[in-house]
Protein backbone atom coordinates (compact mmCIF):
# COMPACT_ATOMS: atom_id res chain seq x y z
CA UNK A 1 0.00 0.00 0.00
CA UNK A 2 2.55 2.45 1.01
CA UNK A 3 4.46 1.61 -2.28
CA UNK A 4 1.26 2.14 -4.16
CA UNK A 5 1.37 5.41 -2.80
CA UNK A 6 4.13 6.80 -3.60
CA UNK A 7 3.03 9.68 -6.52
CA UNK A 8 5.17 12.89 -7.01
CA UNK A 9 2.44 15.20 -6.96
CA UNK A 10 4.79 18.02 -8.62
CA UNK A 11 6.13 15.89 -11.29
CA UNK A 12 2.76 14.28 -12.52
CA UNK A 13 1.17 16.02 -16.12
CA UNK A 14 -2.01 18.48 -14.52
CA UNK A 15 -4.78 20.53 -16.22
CA UNK A 16 -6.12 23.37 -14.14
CA UNK A 17 -9.58 24.86 -14.99
CA UNK A 18 -10.10 27.24 -12.61
CA UNK A 19 -7.61 30.07 -11.41
CA UNK A 20 -8.43 33.33 -11.67
CA UNK A 21 -5.41 35.13 -13.12
CA UNK A 22 -5.02 38.42 -10.75
CA UNK A 23 -5.84 36.25 -7.81
CA UNK A 24 -2.84 33.52 -9.15
CA UNK A 25 -0.35 36.38 -9.04
CA UNK A 26 2.33 35.38 -6.46
CA UNK A 27 3.35 37.97 -3.60
CA UNK A 28 6.36 37.73 -5.07
CA UNK A 29 5.83 38.78 -8.22
CA UNK A 30 3.18 41.12 -6.53
CA UNK A 31 6.18 42.51 -4.79
CA UNK A 32 8.28 42.86 -7.48
CA UNK A 33 5.91 45.28 -9.54
CA UNK A 34 5.48 47.07 -6.41
CA UNK A 35 9.29 47.92 -6.36
CA UNK A 36 9.63 49.04 -10.14
CA UNK A 37 6.96 51.35 -9.65
CA UNK A 38 7.63 52.66 -6.51
CA UNK A 39 11.17 53.08 -7.71
CA UNK A 40 9.58 55.55 -10.33
CA UNK A 41 7.67 57.13 -8.62
CA UNK A 42 4.37 55.26 -9.35
CA UNK A 43 2.66 54.14 -6.54
CA UNK A 44 1.56 55.15 -2.71
CA UNK A 45 0.56 51.64 -2.08
CA UNK A 46 2.00 50.07 0.56
CA UNK A 47 4.18 47.06 0.02
CA UNK A 48 2.18 43.84 -1.31
CA UNK A 49 4.09 41.56 1.35
CA UNK A 50 2.64 43.82 4.38
CA UNK A 51 -0.41 44.10 2.67
CA UNK A 52 -0.35 40.15 2.13
CA UNK A 53 2.02 38.84 4.87
CA UNK A 54 3.25 35.39 4.03
CA UNK A 55 1.80 32.72 5.29
CA UNK A 56 -1.63 34.57 5.14
CA UNK A 57 -4.28 32.72 3.88
CA UNK A 58 -7.14 32.82 5.95
CA UNK A 59 -9.37 35.52 3.21
CA UNK A 60 -12.66 35.02 3.73
CA UNK A 61 -15.47 36.13 1.64
CA UNK A 62 -15.61 39.89 3.01
CA UNK A 63 -11.91 40.24 3.33
CA UNK A 64 -11.14 38.63 -0.07
CA UNK A 65 -13.11 41.03 -2.63
CA UNK A 66 -11.70 44.26 -1.41
CA UNK A 67 -8.36 42.74 -1.59
CA UNK A 68 -8.60 43.02 -5.59
CA UNK A 69 -10.84 46.12 -6.19
CA UNK A 70 -8.84 47.80 -3.49
CA UNK A 71 -5.31 47.14 -3.99
CA UNK A 72 -4.10 44.25 -6.50
CA UNK A 73 -6.25 46.30 -8.99
CA UNK A 74 -4.74 49.36 -8.65
CA UNK A 75 -1.14 47.65 -8.58
CA UNK A 76 -1.77 45.74 -11.87
CA UNK A 77 -3.01 48.74 -13.60
CA UNK A 78 -1.00 48.73 -17.00
CA UNK A 79 0.86 46.97 -19.83
CA UNK A 80 4.26 46.19 -18.29
CA UNK A 81 3.02 44.69 -15.00
CA UNK A 82 0.12 43.11 -16.66
CA UNK A 83 2.63 41.34 -19.06
CA UNK A 84 5.32 40.64 -16.34
CA UNK A 85 2.08 39.27 -13.65
CA UNK A 86 0.72 37.28 -16.01
CA UNK A 87 3.97 35.60 -17.56
CA UNK A 88 4.56 34.89 -13.91
CA UNK A 89 1.26 32.90 -13.11
CA UNK A 90 1.59 30.69 -16.32
CA UNK A 91 5.79 30.17 -15.76
CA UNK A 92 4.76 29.12 -11.93
CA UNK A 93 2.06 26.95 -12.98
CA UNK A 94 4.50 25.15 -15.63
CA UNK A 95 6.64 24.74 -12.36
CA UNK A 96 4.04 22.91 -10.58
CA UNK A 97 3.75 20.36 -13.14
CA UNK A 98 0.75 21.83 -14.93
CA UNK A 99 0.53 20.86 -19.09
CA UNK A 100 -2.98 22.47 -19.55
CA UNK A 101 -3.79 25.78 -18.21
CA UNK A 102 -6.90 27.64 -18.42
CA UNK A 103 -6.85 31.25 -17.29
CA UNK A 104 -9.63 33.48 -16.84
CA UNK A 105 -10.12 37.29 -16.26
CA UNK A 106 -12.56 39.96 -16.15
CA UNK A 107 -11.77 42.35 -19.18
CA UNK A 108 -11.07 45.62 -17.57
CA UNK A 109 -10.19 49.17 -18.74
CA UNK A 110 -6.85 50.38 -17.55
CA UNK A 111 -7.43 54.02 -19.03
CA UNK A 112 -4.41 55.66 -17.37
CA UNK A 113 -2.54 53.11 -19.28
CA UNK A 114 -3.82 53.85 -22.60
CA UNK A 115 -5.62 50.53 -22.51
CA UNK A 116 -9.56 49.47 -23.13
CA UNK A 117 -11.01 46.42 -22.81
CA UNK A 118 -10.20 44.66 -25.59
CA UNK A 119 -6.56 45.86 -25.00
CA UNK A 120 -6.47 44.06 -22.08
CA UNK A 121 -7.75 41.06 -23.32
CA UNK A 122 -4.79 41.24 -25.86
CA UNK A 123 -2.23 41.79 -23.63
CA UNK A 124 -3.02 38.88 -21.49
CA UNK A 125 -2.82 37.12 -24.48
CA UNK A 126 0.52 37.88 -26.16
CA UNK A 127 1.65 37.36 -22.41
CA UNK A 128 0.51 34.10 -22.39
CA UNK A 129 1.85 33.02 -25.80
CA UNK A 130 5.11 34.55 -25.20
CA UNK A 131 5.53 32.33 -21.87
CA UNK A 132 4.11 29.50 -23.65
CA UNK A 133 7.15 29.78 -26.34
CA UNK A 134 9.66 30.54 -23.12
CA UNK A 135 8.73 27.31 -22.16
CA UNK A 136 9.20 25.07 -24.84
CA UNK A 137 5.29 24.56 -25.35
CA UNK A 138 5.54 22.32 -22.62
CA UNK A 139 2.42 23.80 -21.10
CA UNK A 140 -0.50 24.93 -22.84
CA UNK A 141 -2.86 28.08 -21.74
CA UNK A 142 -6.05 29.08 -23.07
CA UNK A 143 -8.16 32.68 -21.52
CA UNK A 144 -11.70 32.30 -20.41
CA UNK A 145 -13.33 36.14 -20.18
CA UNK A 146 -15.15 36.53 -16.75
CA UNK A 147 -18.54 38.53 -16.63
CA UNK A 148 -18.70 39.62 -12.89
CA UNK A 149 -21.97 39.45 -11.04
CA UNK A 150 -22.03 43.30 -10.64
CA UNK A 151 -21.96 43.97 -15.07
CA UNK A 152 -25.14 45.37 -16.27
CA UNK A 153 -26.29 43.55 -19.04
CA UNK A 154 -24.62 45.73 -21.53
CA UNK A 155 -21.12 45.06 -19.78
CA UNK A 156 -22.40 41.27 -19.94
CA UNK A 157 -22.44 41.33 -23.56
CA UNK A 158 -19.54 43.35 -24.00
CA UNK A 159 -17.41 40.19 -22.40
CA UNK A 160 -19.30 38.26 -24.92
CA UNK A 161 -17.69 40.43 -28.20
CA UNK A 162 -14.70 40.13 -26.78
CA UNK A 163 -14.87 36.11 -26.51
CA UNK A 164 -15.88 36.03 -30.10
CA UNK A 165 -13.67 38.49 -30.93
CA UNK A 166 -11.07 36.99 -29.44
CA UNK A 167 -11.56 32.91 -29.71
CA UNK A 168 -8.77 32.28 -32.55
CA UNK A 169 -6.66 33.63 -30.25
CA UNK A 170 -6.34 31.64 -27.46
CA UNK A 171 -9.89 32.64 -25.82
CA UNK A 172 -12.28 29.72 -25.01
CA UNK A 173 -15.13 30.76 -23.45
CA UNK A 174 -16.87 32.56 -20.75
CA UNK A 175 -17.51 32.76 -16.95
CA UNK A 176 -19.74 34.39 -14.18
CA UNK A 177 -18.28 34.83 -11.38
CA UNK A 178 -17.63 37.89 -8.66
CA UNK A 179 -19.04 38.84 -5.38
CA UNK A 180 -21.79 36.31 -4.68
CA UNK A 181 -23.79 38.66 -2.17
CA UNK A 182 -24.51 41.05 -5.42
CA UNK A 183 -26.43 40.93 -8.79
CA UNK A 184 -29.54 38.34 -9.97
CA UNK A 185 -27.76 36.37 -12.49
CA UNK A 186 -31.25 36.06 -14.38
CA UNK A 187 -30.27 39.44 -16.06
CA UNK A 188 -27.48 37.60 -17.82
CA UNK A 189 -29.63 34.65 -19.11
CA UNK A 190 -29.67 36.45 -22.77
CA UNK A 191 -25.77 37.32 -22.69
CA UNK A 192 -25.20 33.22 -21.80
CA UNK A 193 -27.32 32.31 -24.44
CA UNK A 194 -25.83 34.09 -27.12
CA UNK A 195 -22.52 33.02 -25.93
CA UNK A 196 -23.71 29.59 -26.40
CA UNK A 197 -24.98 29.91 -29.91
CA UNK A 198 -21.80 31.32 -30.84
CA UNK A 199 -19.96 28.34 -29.91
CA UNK A 200 -18.20 29.41 -26.89
CA UNK A 201 -17.97 26.90 -23.88
CA UNK A 202 -19.36 28.49 -20.18
CA UNK A 203 -18.70 28.03 -16.89
CA UNK A 204 -20.38 29.58 -13.82
CA UNK A 205 -19.69 30.13 -10.22
CA UNK A 206 -22.39 28.03 -8.76
CA UNK A 207 -23.56 27.79 -4.84
CA UNK A 208 -20.46 29.40 -3.89
CA UNK A 209 -21.99 30.94 -1.20
CA UNK A 210 -25.33 30.24 0.90
CA UNK A 211 -26.22 33.83 -0.72
CA UNK A 212 -26.17 32.56 -4.52
CA UNK A 213 -27.50 29.15 -3.47
CA UNK A 214 -31.37 29.92 -3.68
CA UNK A 215 -33.03 27.10 -6.20
CA UNK A 216 -34.38 29.85 -8.49
CA UNK A 217 -30.46 31.01 -9.09
CA UNK A 218 -29.27 27.32 -9.40
CA UNK A 219 -32.35 26.33 -11.62
CA UNK A 220 -32.25 29.24 -13.77
CA UNK A 221 -27.99 28.97 -14.15
CA UNK A 222 -29.04 24.92 -15.28
CA UNK A 223 -31.03 26.13 -17.95
CA UNK A 224 -28.09 27.59 -19.56
CA UNK A 225 -26.15 24.43 -19.79
CA UNK A 226 -23.54 25.27 -18.60
CA UNK A 227 -20.51 23.29 -19.79
CA UNK A 228 -18.87 23.45 -16.08
CA UNK A 229 -19.95 24.46 -12.73
CA UNK A 230 -17.63 26.30 -10.25
CA UNK A 231 -17.66 24.72 -6.49
CA UNK A 232 -20.71 23.65 -6.04
CA UNK A 233 -20.89 23.64 -2.52
CA UNK A 234 -24.45 24.92 -0.89
CA UNK A 235 -26.73 22.81 -3.19
CA UNK A 236 -29.67 21.55 -2.90
CA UNK A 237 -30.54 17.41 -3.14
CA UNK A 238 -33.12 18.04 -6.09
CA UNK A 239 -30.55 20.49 -7.85
CA UNK A 240 -27.39 17.47 -7.26
CA UNK A 241 -29.95 15.36 -8.93
CA UNK A 242 -29.88 17.90 -11.86
CA UNK A 243 -26.41 17.59 -11.79
CA UNK A 244 -25.66 13.90 -11.60
CA UNK A 245 -28.07 13.60 -14.88
CA UNK A 246 -26.16 15.61 -16.90
CA UNK A 247 -23.57 13.39 -17.90
CA UNK A 248 -20.19 14.95 -18.69
CA UNK A 249 -21.01 18.20 -17.28
CA UNK A 250 -17.49 19.40 -15.29
CA UNK A 251 -16.90 20.08 -11.87
CA UNK A 252 -14.34 23.10 -10.75
CA UNK A 253 -13.69 21.96 -6.95
CA UNK A 254 -11.80 23.86 -5.17
CA UNK A 255 -10.57 22.28 -1.91
CA UNK A 256 -8.10 24.83 -0.32
CA UNK A 257 -9.97 28.05 -1.37
CA UNK A 258 -13.10 26.82 0.74
CA UNK A 259 -11.53 25.69 3.43
CA UNK A 260 -9.21 28.97 4.20
CA UNK A 261 -12.35 30.88 2.83
CA UNK A 262 -14.20 29.31 5.54
CA UNK A 263 -17.18 28.73 2.25
CA UNK A 264 -17.56 24.83 4.03
CA UNK A 265 -18.32 24.04 7.35
CA UNK A 266 -15.46 22.22 8.79
CA UNK A 267 -11.87 21.32 7.30
CA UNK A 268 -10.64 19.03 4.32
CA UNK A 269 -12.24 15.83 5.26
CA UNK A 270 -15.56 17.77 5.03
CA UNK A 271 -15.33 19.15 1.56
CA UNK A 272 -17.63 17.85 -1.01
CA UNK A 273 -14.75 16.79 -3.36
CA UNK A 274 -15.52 13.22 -1.09
CA UNK A 275 -19.09 13.75 -2.16
CA UNK A 276 -18.98 13.93 -5.75
CA UNK A 277 -15.60 12.20 -7.23
CA UNK A 278 -17.58 8.79 -7.19
CA UNK A 279 -20.80 10.40 -8.33
CA UNK A 280 -21.31 8.68 -11.94
CA UNK A 281 -22.23 11.76 -15.01
CA UNK A 282 -20.13 14.80 -13.71
CA UNK A 283 -16.13 15.31 -14.14
CA UNK A 284 -14.52 16.28 -11.05
CA UNK A 285 -11.43 18.78 -11.24
CA UNK A 286 -9.59 19.52 -8.63
CA UNK A 287 -8.69 23.22 -8.93
CA UNK A 288 -6.39 26.14 -7.19
CA UNK A 289 -8.92 28.97 -7.81
CA UNK A 290 -6.74 31.67 -6.30
CA UNK A 291 -3.23 30.02 -5.59
CA UNK A 292 -1.37 33.81 -5.27
CA UNK A 293 -4.30 34.05 -2.15
CA UNK A 294 -4.65 30.65 -0.44
CA UNK A 295 -1.08 29.40 -1.36
CA UNK A 296 -1.46 26.09 -2.74
CA UNK A 297 -0.54 25.05 -5.87
CA UNK A 298 -1.99 22.28 -7.88
CA UNK A 299 0.30 19.61 -6.49
CA UNK A 300 -0.75 20.71 -3.13
CA UNK A 301 -4.67 19.92 -3.88
CA UNK A 302 -4.04 16.46 -5.26
CA UNK A 303 -1.70 15.97 -1.93
CA UNK A 304 -4.75 16.91 -0.04
CA UNK A 305 -6.93 14.41 -2.35
CA UNK A 306 -4.87 11.70 -1.32
CA UNK A 307 -4.33 12.93 2.10
CA UNK A 308 -7.86 13.28 3.36
CA UNK A 309 -9.85 10.74 1.08
CA UNK A 310 -7.11 8.15 0.66
CA UNK A 311 -7.82 7.50 -3.28
CA UNK A 312 -5.55 5.39 -3.98
CA UNK A 313 -2.74 5.77 -7.13
CA UNK A 314 -4.68 4.44 -9.85
CA UNK A 315 -8.02 6.06 -8.96
CA UNK A 316 -5.89 9.52 -8.70
CA UNK A 317 -4.06 8.91 -11.96
CA UNK A 318 -7.37 8.43 -13.15
CA UNK A 319 -9.11 11.05 -11.87
CA UNK A 320 -6.45 13.79 -13.22
CA UNK A 321 -6.64 12.28 -16.79
CA UNK A 322 -10.75 12.35 -16.91
CA UNK A 323 -10.50 16.26 -16.73
CA UNK A 324 -9.48 15.90 -20.41
CA UNK A 325 -12.63 15.47 -21.17
CA UNK A 326 -14.01 19.13 -19.84
CA UNK A 327 -10.97 21.62 -20.80
CA UNK A 328 -12.18 24.01 -23.27
CA UNK A 329 -10.03 23.48 -25.93
CA UNK A 330 -9.70 21.36 -29.16
CA UNK A 331 -9.74 17.56 -29.52
CA UNK A 332 -6.12 18.31 -30.84
CA UNK A 333 -5.18 19.76 -27.19
CA UNK A 334 -7.08 16.00 -26.10
CA UNK A 335 -5.25 14.50 -28.14
CA UNK A 336 -2.30 16.07 -26.92
CA UNK A 337 -3.15 15.59 -23.32
CA UNK A 338 -4.00 11.81 -23.91
CA UNK A 339 -0.52 11.19 -24.80
CA UNK A 340 1.06 13.10 -22.13
CA UNK A 341 -1.08 11.90 -19.37
CA UNK A 342 -0.56 8.35 -19.15
Known amino acids: MAQELKLDFKSMPKIELHAHLTGSISRQCLHEIWEIKKAAGETDLEDPLVVMPPGRHDYDLTTFFPLFSSYIYNLV ?26 LRTTPRAMPTAGL ?24 HARLILSIDRRNTFDEALEVIALAKEFRDKGVVGVDLCGDPTKGDVALFTPAIKQAKAAGLK ?29 HVIHVPETVKRHITARKGIGLELCLSCNVHAKMIVGSFEAHHFGEWWRVDGPVVVPCTDDVGVFGSPLSNEWRLIQEHFKLRREEILGLARKGIEVIFADDAEKARLREIMW
Open 77 to 102: NDAPSLELSTRSVVRDFAADGVVYLE
Open 116 to 139: DKAGYVAAVLQAISREEQALAQTL
Open 202 to 230: VTIHFAEAEASASEAELSTIMSWMPDRLG
